[in-house]
């Protein structure tokens, strides 16, 4: 019997790409423990450091052209897309150009690869200039009026990314259209209705562009966001969501469990779903993993096999 897929969007190709590799290599060879229809639809992240990048800021080791290409044939060679999260709010036509930025999709420009977006300008550039790639529309948009939410998809969206405020708000979620394209975020650790997401996304922003300009002209110099005078973070930001884990998201309204994604949403026509967690611990990850895509009477061993796995590639190290 065929099963209607569930379709996962993970996080993480460049801090945890092994990590993720690795847990791929579990869904083919281990299907048994998998939950029915479980499909990995893509892994979403960036190449650091990106100036296009959005939701939090990245930095880290520099990607070459040589990683880069490394990690495309990983993922790609199995089918699998990456998804660049270019959902920085706060660019400006003068970031269009950015080197770095343009380099990451023309090395990705095969058909296969996806891009998700905010900034109306970077959507349009990247829609003249690379348009073979898909585009997703983002979550940080926050959109959450029932009408502007069926306009964003009636858009040419291969993906719209429902602010996680929506999720249980089963009548306008029956009511909306093109319920297959809807992206669900399921574990977000923010709390509902949180008064600072929308400004924090901006701000991030501002702090990835700033982090970014610095490298160009002091590479050798750590970058310390009190040399930037032009630049001032709101300080009443103070997210209360910080160090939340997977049992904390559990207790949000906004939440959904996995026997709520294969009881409920997948029979109204739900088929997308993300999972938070780019820069987040592989503890997190691995629990979350354990929690969504593998049958309850399974995760115990699945659990074990998959840190053995780790652990034989040298990414975890257990006793």
């Not at 380099?103 to 550039?125: C, F, M, Q, R, T």
């Not at 964003?152 to 009511?175: A, M, P, S, T």
């Not at 999972?275 to 593998?294: D, H, K, P, V, W």
Request: net charge neutral; proline share 6%.
């Amino acid at each position: 019997m065929e099963h209607t897929k569930a379709k996962f969007h993970l996080p993480g190709f460049t801090i945890h790409a092994k990590f993720n590799l690795v847990f791929l290599n579990m869904l083919k060879n281990s299907p048994e423990f998998f939950r029915d229809g479980v499909e990995i639809a893509s892994f979403y992240d960036v190449f650091p450091p990106a100036m296009w990048n959005g939701g939090r800021t990245v930095g880290g080791h520099t990607c070459d052209a040589q990683y880069i290409k490394n990690v495309l044939a990983a993922f790609n060679n199995q089918g699998i897309p990456l998804r660049f999260t270019f959902t920085n709010p706060a660019i400006k036509e003068e970031h269009l150009s950015d080197e770095f930025c343009n380099l990451i999709l023309k090395l990705a420009d095969n058909g296969l690869n996806e891009v998700i977006v905010v900034s109306p300008i970077l959507e349009a550039y990247i829609r003249e200039k690379y348009p073979r790639y898909k585009i997703t529309s983002s979550t940080c948009k926050r959109i959450t009026d029932p009408q502007l939410l069926t306009e964003e998809l009636n858009r040419d969206y291969h993906v719209v990314v429902l602010d996680y405020d929506l999720n249980n708000q089963f009548d306008i979620l029956e009511q909306i259209p093109h319920k297959e394209k809807c992206e669900l975020l399921i574990n977000s650790s923010c709390v509902p209705k949180c008064p600072f997401r929308s400004n924090e996304y901006y701000h991030v922003g501002l702090q990835q562009i700033a982090y970014c300009e610095h490298l160009k002209k002091h590479p050798d110099k750590p970058f310390r966001m009190s040399d930037y005078s032009n630049f001032t973070v709101k300080k009443n930001i103070n997210c209360p969501s910080k160090g939340n884990n997977i049992y904390d998201s559990k207790k949000c309204s906004h939440h959904i469990s996995p026997d709520a994604i294969w009881n409920q949403y997948l029979p109204m026509g739900f088929r997308q779903f993300k999972i938070e967690g780019r820069t987040a611990s592989q503890l997190f990850l691995i629990e979350n993993y354990m929690y969504y895509l593998i049958r309850p009477e399974c995760r115990d061993e699945a659990r074990f096999t998959f840190l053995h796995n780790l652990e034989r590639n040298g990414l975890v190290r257990i006793g």
